[in-house]
């Protein structure tokens, strides 16, 4: 069995480390990494040879919206929370491969720092816009759930309607 130093990650290729002395190290990847070999897509394990050009691509993931607003049932209020996120950055690892299907598995280790996604007053608007709400907007709430993220702020509230009374006249 290859050492965990026979295959290594240069840039976005693998690469054999040294000549292996019995048998070439086989590599599968997970779900969050494509295999390429020789520029074909290879979904099965593949054996790690500098003859051939291996490059790999980790999944793009969804980014999560800066903001959420969240309109009541009866309609008359919306709320907004502005979403505390993190920079997700997904770094490729090289382990050996725990369901001995290969010798070595390529995954994805998360890192993450905390990031300050400034949401401007105008994306807001722009959203706002979009769902088709205009009036009985608070630019101070707006303010507040902006320089609080995390925290869920009433910034619209409409008049509930109230029933009309005719003029009977004689």
Do not use: C, W
């Amino acid at each position: 069995m290859p050492s965990d130093q026979a295959v290594k990650i240069v840039d976005n290729r693998l690469v054999l480390n040294v000549e292996p002395k019995r048998k070439f190290p086989v590599l599968r990847s997970d779900n969050s990494i494509t295999l390429y070999v020789n520029g074909q897509r290879k979904r099965e394990p593949i054996i790690i040879s500098n003859a051939e050009e291996i490059k790999f691509e980790i999944a793009e993931e969804k980014q999560a919206e800066l903001f959420d607003l969240e309109v009541t049932q009866d309609k008359l209020g919306v709320y907004l929370t502005v979403n505390q996120l993190k920079k997700r950055r997904l770094r490729p690892v090289i382990i050996k491969d725990p369901g001995k299907i290969g010798d070595f598995l390529i995954t994805t280790k998360e890192e993450t720092t905390p990031s300050h996604h400034p949401v401007e007053l105008e994306d807001v608007y722009r959203k706002l816009g979009e769902v088709g709400i205009q009036y009985g907007l608070n630019e101070a709430a707006i303010e507040q759930a902006i320089d609080n993220p995390g925290e869920k702020v009433l910034i619209a509230e409409g008049l509930a309607p109230v029933d009309s009374v005719d003029s009977v006249g004689g």
